[in-house]
């Protein structure tokens, strides 16, 4: 049986970010109840048809999950196990934000069977999160990280942003030593970025904002690369960190790696449910509608949700294998490869490792390929060499 | 109905129509086709006789087209009209001159509200040297700003024909289009010829065609021609078997034949352009006459500039591309050329700035291929210091300057036609350019032609914009090639991570090389993308670096999360990004844009 991934999607949050051209909504809270529903149908569903996957993760991501009642959420997860046999030792992360959760509804949602919280700290610093429109302040997050590990939250996870407008490097400096104090199991660190349509984009065409200095926010990465390492964290992916436990293998992932991203590095299937979610079934990527009321609405009349599906040929499944895969410190493996495509990576992609060659951007041995620490911050020009045309 | 000498000689009027840039001559046209049913009201794309996308985008009339009308006159005759489409544009002016050589008279249109501009006298002039009969005719009446009877009396001035006797219409509204038929029956007289005699006829234009050859555009002086006759290029004495005589109707019509006086096509099989170059005679291969018409001179290129492959491995695609293109231009002139920088391409000559965009875009379009052009340069002859003289129009070619005795330029005659408030700006770009000041006359209390002498690399880029722009678009200007003149002229080479880019050199004068070495840097560094190291760029004269700068190297490009798994967004992202690259050319270890090719073009801003 295949292993996958299950990525619930809650378009719902109190308030948008500037930077956010995610599915989400604010002041939606009277379809939240019917929107559940409709998730626990299509979780149900789901059940029926699942093409011999085997789920072993469950993100809940949003939007801001936790915007939905404790009760909601413990359904939803319970529904997983019922319908799409989750283990109830499988990692179940659900994101949420700081101004969204006490320290009782936390309580509840490791009562009901969350084991993992993946909390949207972003800043550590007032006016950062002022700027970015969260809804919350630096005394907000530190005692939403106090009351997930009051209650018994073991597996902690930070989200944090560097390249802020106005944000110095002593500034994310800071931000970062201050999370580290709290000593979470894991880190993501994302760079700001602008897109297109966003009130940030706006403000930076108005001239209201600065533009993204992508020199400065490459000093912010090496500068975070540095303090993690030295403070006992693997860097594991691009952008993820997480503490290095005793167990930990040279070669593999962390223990504390997210487990339901790797499906996704590995180019492994996931169910994606809800509005706007993506899934991958092996064969075809489909993705949701983006409309929560239609979404709910289709769901009830028995009609399907999916905006698109296309199915992907084997080509594109490599090519998404080396692209997705590149993205993690252990590259990919020449084995992985072979056993997954019956053919060998070095034959499929000579031209792109030709190109790189000499590159310093991508290390070659002989378990496999992968980024070379000057790679990092330059991914795309790797990844875009393992892009066949016609692929 | 037969379409066979539909008309007697005397029933035949072979016109074409002239005018400035925009005053209105395809629409004109279009109003002509329609009154006269050549085409229907349904069919009528507006100005269909700009065939070319390219035509309809930048609005202008590129190839001269020949269009067959039949006319239903007053005096109960049929009339057969033959239209002869003409560019308007500058770099152009040699096919409005096959063009009048087919044609007994021209309408000479002038915009109401614009009056008479540059190319409205320059075209005009050639019409006179060909001595056809003129009908002046006022377009866009209807405009709010029209002034007929100042525009009138500015053409009784120029012609001398009585202001009210000018034709007034409006093309777009169709006013007086059919005075005009009238006229042109009346005013413009038959061609001469005889049936009889010897077959002569002017190849005034051609297209190639894949299935039929070269379509050669003839307008037959005596004889006939028919589809069965065996003819003969005079030039270089080539047989024709025509698979085809026709008319345009616009769209190619066969006809049994053609007779003395008319206007037509001979689709003649022939595969090579070369074969049966335009200004050519033909002639029956039976009984040859003795002596050809007057051809013409063919058009000098006054343009140079390089053309490469983006990926070296369409350069045969190129060099077919280009041979197929010059089967419908023969003002296209091209050579192999390499660069180190660029690898292999060509040197090619155009007309002018226009022509050249017109046709890099033509190959881009037409033929799917990605170019990289050069900045375009003018042809320097070189004295050197051996006393041998050598032409360059490739900057990267001239001579160490130690071997270089002196280098001369070519000189263009400029005249501006301006309302007389911008003399002193129009004064101020010229002179700014080494332009020199020859004459300022007065066309009437309000408009004025301002001529200098002006070296070709100084009106070559921006030249055009600037005039427009310093006189509100109401200054038009003429050119002619002068001569060449020796000047203080120095190369500029410049560096990218300290290898001279071959095609990036220029050749400047002296006294402005500082000044543009320091801008060019400037012009490179904002549109060179920055690459994984620094890289270093410089202008130099000889071994001295005159101006440098740096492109800083990337230090990030790398995708955020996947948000949501959604690969799909990621490949298209990614994909993009590729596809930009690939347009960029590799030069030793740098990514170059072409607008690294092209920041020269922007060096007066
Ligand atoms: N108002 C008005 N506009 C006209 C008239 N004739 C042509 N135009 C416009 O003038 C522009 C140039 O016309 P076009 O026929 O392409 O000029 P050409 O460059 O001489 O062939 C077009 O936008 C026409 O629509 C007219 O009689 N009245
Ligand atoms: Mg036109």
């Known amino acids: ?391 | 109905m037969t379409h066979n000498n539909a008309a007697p000689i005397a029933h035949v009027r072979n016109f074409c129509i002239i005018a400035h840039i925009d005053h209105g001559k395809s629409t004109l046209s279009d109003r002509l086709l329609e009154l006269t049913r050549t085409i229907g009201e349904r069919d009528m794309a507006e100005q269909v006789l700009d065939r070319m996308d390219l035509e309809r985008e930048k609005g202008i009339t590129i190839k001269a087209k020949a269009v067959r009308m039949l006319h239903d006159h007053a005096d109960g005759q049929q009339y057969e009209l033959n239209l002869i489409d003409t560019p308007g544009h500058v770099d152009f002016s040699y096919e409005v001159s096959h063009a009048l050589s087919a044609c007994e008279g021209a309408v000479l249109v002038v915009d109401a509200a614009q009056g008479i501009e540059a190319q409205t006298l320059a075209n005009l002039y050639l019409a006179l040297e060909h001595d056809l009969d003129i009908i002046p005719v006022i377009n866009k009446i209807d405009l709010p700003a029209a002034r007929p009877d100042e525009v009138a009396h500015e053409i009784e001035d120029l012609l001398g024909v009585p202001a009210d006797e000018v034709l007034r219409v409006s093309a777009k509204e169709g006013l007086g289009a059919q005075e005009l038929l009238k006229a042109i029956v009346e005013r413009i007289r038959p061609p001469m010829g005889d049936d009889s005699r010897p077959l002569r006829a002017l190849v005034f234009d051609s297209h190639y065609d894949s299935y039929k050859g070269v379509i050669a555009y003839v307008r037959v002086m005596d004889g006939i021609i028919e589809a069965e006759s065996l003819l003969l290029t005079m030039s270089n004495r080539r047989r024709i078997e025509p698979m085809e005589v026709g008319v345009f109707g616009p769209q190619m019509r066969p006809v049994a034949q053609l007779g003395a006086g008319d206007v037509g096509y001979v689709a003649t099989g022939l595969k090579n352009v070369r074969d049966c170059r335009v200004g050519d005679t033909i002639t029956g291969a039976t009984q040859p006459v003795a002596e050809p018409l007057p051809g013409f001179a063919p058009p000098k290129p006054m343009v140079y500039a390089g053309l490469y492959p983006v990926d070296n491995a369409d350069y045969t695609d190129l060099r077919d591309a280009l041979e197929k293109l010059q089967l419908n231009d023969a003002s296209l002139v091209f050579q192999p050329e390499s660069s180190t920088a660029l690898n292999m391409g060509f040197r090619c000559g155009f007309l002018g700035l226009l022509h050249m965009e017109i046709v890099q875009e033509r190959l881009e379009r037409e033929h799917e291929l990605e170019l990289l052009a050069t900045a375009p340069s003018v042809e320097y002859q070189v004295l050197l210091t051996n006393g041998e003289v050598i032409i360059v129009d490739n900057p990267s070619e001239l001579p160490n300057l130690s071997q270089v005795e002196e280098i001369h330029e070519p000189w263009m005659h400029i005249s501006l036609f301006s309302p007389s408030e911008y003399i002193g700006p129009l004064m101020e770009l010229t002179t700014g350019r080494r332009g020199e000041f020859e004459k300022l006359e007065y066309l009437d209390e309000r408009r004025v032609v301002l001529e200098f002498y002006i070296p070709l690399a100084e009106i070559l880029v921006d030249f055009h914009d600037q005039l427009k722009s310093r006189t509100r678009g109401y200054a038009s200007m003429d050119y002619a090639f002068d001569g060449h003149r020796p000047g203080d002229l120095v190369k500029m080479d410049i560096l990218v991570n300290e290898e001279p880019v071959d095609a990036l050199s220029l050749i400047v004068h002296r006294d402005s090389a500082y000044d543009k070495g320091s801008l060019l840097v400037r012009r490179l560094k904002e549109v060179i993308p920055s690459q994984l190291f620094a890289v270093p760029i410089q202008a130099a004269i000889g071994s001295k670096v005159i101006a440098r700068t740096n492109v800083k190297a990337t230090r990030k490009d790398v995708l955020a999360k996947c948000y949501g798994g959604d690969v799909t967004r990621k490949r298209k992202l990614l994909e993009r990004q590729k596809e930009g690259r690939r347009r960029l050319k590799r030069v030793g270890k740098v990514d170059l844009p072409q607008e690294a090719f092209m920041a020269v073009l922007r060096l007066n801003d």
Request: with cysteine; charged share 20%.
């Open chain 1, 1 to 391: 049986m295949t292993r996958g991934g299950i990525y619930l999607h809650i378009p719902f949050c109190e308030a948008k970010c500037i930077y956010c051209d995610f599915c989400s909504y604010a002041g939606l809270e009277a379809l939240h109840g019917a929107y559940v529903d409709a998730l626990l149908v299509q979780i149900r569903q789901s059940g029926s048809s699942r093409h011999g996957l085997t789920f072993d993760t469950l993100f809940v991501g949003g939007g801001t999950p936790t915007v939905l009642t404790s009760e909601q959420l413990a359904a939803i997860v319970a529904a997983c196990r019922t319908w799409l046999g989750l283990p109830e030792d499988a990692e179940a992360t659900v994101e949420a934000n700081p101004g969204t959760i006490t320290q009782a509804s936390l309580a509840a949602l490791l009562q009901a069977g969350y084991n993992r919280l993946s909390i949207g700290v972003q800043s550590l610093h007032d006016q950062e999160l002022a700027l970015l429109g969260r809804i919350h302040d630096v005394r907000g997050a530190l005692e939403a990280i106090t009351a997930a590990r009051a209650v018994g939250f073991s597996n902690l996870s930070l989200d944090l942003m560097y390249g802020l407008p106005h944000q110095p490097l002593a500034r994310w400096q800071a931000t970062l030593e201050r999370a580290l104090a709290l000593a979470p199991e894991h880190l993501s660190l994302y760079a700001l970025t602008i897109e297109e349509r966003t009130p940030l984009a706006r403000s930076i065409a108005l001239g209201a904002l600065p533009a993204p200095d992508d020199d400065l926010a490459a000093d912010m990465y090496e500068l975070a690369q540095e303090m993690l390492s030295a403070c006992g964290y693997a860097q594991y992916e691009i952008s993820n960190w997480a503490r290095r436990s005793p167990g930990d293998q040279p070669g593999q992932p962390p223990a504390r790696a997210c487990q339901h991203n790797l499906h996704y590095w590995r180019n492994e299937p996931y169910l994606g449910l809800g509005v706007g979610a993506h899934g991958y079934d092996g064969q075809r990527r489909y993705a949701h509608i983006v409309d929560p009321e239609e979404y709910v609405r289709r769901v009830a009349a028995g009609e399907s949700t999916l905006a698109s599906s296309e199915a992907i040929s084997r080509d594109q499944a490599m090519d998404e294998t080396m692209i997705m895969g590149l993205r993690l410190a252990n590259g990919v493996t020449r084995d992985r490869f072979r056993r997954r495509f019956g053919v060998e990576l070095d034959a499929v992609y000579a031209e792109a490792l030709a190109a790189l060659a000499n590159t310093g951007l991508l290390e070659v041995d002989a378990t496999g390929i992968r980024l070379a620490p000057r790679g990092y911050l330059l991914g795309n020009r790797v990844f875009a060499e393992f892009m066949r045309a016609g692929s």
